[in-house]
C-alpha cells in the first residue's frame, strides 16, 4: 500500500503540517534578553524593562554602570532586579546586587559578592548568588541569613498540632 503518490498521502502529510504549524504558533519562544550595551562599553544609568509575551511586566533591571564584556556577558555594577507577579502584575521580589556577571544567552546572573533579596514577608542576605530570569528560579550562596517578617501571620496559618503530638 504506497501513500505517498496517492491523494490520500497526500492529505495525510499536509495535515500533519498544518498541526506541526499550529503547535508552533501557540507557544512562542521566550524573549531573548538584550541589554542595550556595546561590546567593551559601558554604560551607566541603564533601566531595562522586561515584559512577558502577554505585555506584563516580567522583570525591570536597574543598573547603575553595565559592562559588556563579550557578546553573551554583560557586567552589572550596583543593580537591581524587581520581579512582577504574573497575576496581579504587582512588585513582588527584589533582588541587590553590588557586582554581578549576567549571561544573555543563558539568563543566568552570577553574583559572588555579598547580595540581598528582599519581599514583603522576608529579607534574604548572602554571599553570592545564582539567578536565572527565565525560570525565577536560584539559589544563594555562603553565609546565607534569612530574617521572616509577620511570623505571627505564618503561625495562625498553619494547621494546628493535636495537644497529644506536641513534643516538650
Known amino acids: ?13 499536509v495535515t500533519t503540517a498544518m498541526v506541526v504549524a499550529s503547535f508552533a504558533q501557540e507557544t512562542p519562544p521566550p ?42 556577558n554583560v557586567q552589572m555594577r550596583t543593580a537591581s532586579i524587581q520581579t512582577f507577579n504574573q497575576q496581579t502584575s504587582q512588585p513582588e521580589v527584589k533582588i541587590d546586587l553590588k557586582n554581578a556577571v549576567m549571561n544573555l544567552e543563558t539568563s543566568v546572573i552570577r553574583s559572588n559578592e555579598p547580595i540581598v533579596i528582599t519581599r ?21 550562596m555562603g553565609n546565607v541569613r534569612m530574617l ?14 493535636e495537644s497529644g503530638t506536641d513534643a516538650p
Do not use: C, W
Not at 538584550?34 to 561590546?39: K, T
Not at 559601558?42 to 515584559?51: A, D, I, S, W
Not at 521572616?148 to 494547621?159: A, C, T
Open 1 to 13: 500500500m504506497r501513500l505517498y503518490g496517492s491523494p490520500l498521502g497526500l492529505a495525510v502529510v
Open 31 to 72: 524573549r531573548k534578553l538584550d541589554l542595550p550595551v556595546p561590546i567593551g562599553h559601558e554604560v551607566k544609568g541603564l533601566r531595562v524593562p522586561v515584559r512577558t509575551n502577554e505585555g506584563k511586566m516580567d522583570l525591570q533591571f536597574d543598573i547603575d554602570v553595565a559592562t559588556r564584556l563579550d557578546a553573551q
Open 120 to 140: 514583603n514577608d522576608f529579607r534574604l542576605t548572602g554571599d553570592g548568588l545564582e539567578f536565572n530570569s527565565k525560570t525565577r528560579q536560584g539559589r544563594v
Open 148 to 161: 521572616i517578617y509577620n511570623r505571627g501571620e505564618l503561625d495562625q496559618k498553619s494547621p494546628k498540632r
